[in-house]
């Protein structure tokens, strides 16, 4: 990933223009081009656009078409770098058991050369950044709107194809979205403070379905499900288990005993009038009973 700290999208050459061009011409590589500045103020391009998937995706603009020659006054020299770029963007995404913090993989990289020179855009990752943290806040509050939730598949989807920021020359797309487990992240879906909202899609059944299962397995199933998301915390998980042992393994109910233990509390009075109850139960019941009551 870059370090937008130490590393520069372009930067000025200060040796002879035609030694420049006459380099480019005969590199073998094709992770820089080179923007020239002429005495009329005007660029012109040698090379091409970083974009990974289609090399002749994107033509040259009308005011760059002319390639730059050997004999022209330039008064700049640009080398740009077009090489595609990989950064991460944490995030936090409300699901129906809770919020889930992911890293989206961005790949970005420069598809008009001329564009970043003469926006002097030196640092692209913060550009991008900033766009795809608008892009997220717009698509979360649209699934919002439909009554969907904003989940992996719904980024994947809407922003794992090329989006084109013309204005800086940058363009960059989401190619992953993987789990994390801390660090600071873009919150989405929620104010801070807030509950979690219920959010569905039918891509989370599978979700709802295993949470539901861990809900009717009871406390020892959830104590298991946040030592599985929070490997963490072994130590509070079983210093909680052992402080709540009525919980995690409820004593067994045998209706025998406790009937047992409740007669022997009867007063006298009290086992006789249950005696009568009981021969007369039994009588009924055709079976043969003593004369008189226990």
Request: with cysteine; charged share 25%; net charge negative.
């Amino acid at each position: 990933m870059s370090d937008e700290s130490a590393e520069r999208l372009y930067f000025r050459v200060a040796g002879p223009p035609w030694r420049e061009i006459l380099r480019r011409r005969w590199s073998a590589t094709s992770d820089w081009s080179l923007v020239l500045r002429d005495e009329a103020g005007d660029y012109r391009l040698l090379g091409r656009g970083g974009d990974p998937d289609d090399a002749g995706a994107y033509g040259p603009a009308p005011d760059e078409a002319a390639p730059p020659g050997l004999g022209g006054r330039y008064t700049e020299v640009f080398r740009v770098d077009t090489t595609e770029h990989v950064d991460t963007r944490a995030v936090a995404l409300p699901t129906v058991y809770g919020t889930e913090s992911v890293d989206l993989w961005v790949s970005w990289w420069v598809h008009d050369p001329v564009r970043v020179v003469h926006t002097r855009t030196a640092h692209g990752w913060h550009v991008v950044r900033t766009r795809l943290t608008g892009a997220l806040h717009h698509l979360a509050e649209a699934q919002a709107a439909g009554g969907s939730g904003l989940g992996a598949p719904e980024i994947m989807q809407y922003l794992g194809v090329p989006q084109r920021l013309d204005e800086a020359g940058l363009s960059y797309r989401v190619f992953d979205v993987r789990l994390r487990e801390s660090g600071e992240e873009l919150l989405l879906g929620q104010e801070e403070g807030e509950g979690v909202r219920y959010s569905w899609t039918t891509s989370r059944r599978g979700e709802y379905e295993f949470c539901l299962q861990a809900l009717n397995a009871g406390p020892v199933s959830l104590a298991a499900l946040w030592l599985l998301r929070h490997p963490d915390q072994v130590r509070q998980v079983l210093d909680w288990s052992v402080d709540h042992q009525n919980l995690m393994s409820p004593p067994r109910s045998d209706w025998q005993e406790e009937l047992a233990v409740l007669l022997g509390t009867l007063t006298d009075q009290e086992r006789k009038e249950i005696s009568y109850i009981l021969r007369d139960r039994i009588s009924a019941l055709g079976r043969p009973v003593p004369g008189e009551a226990i």
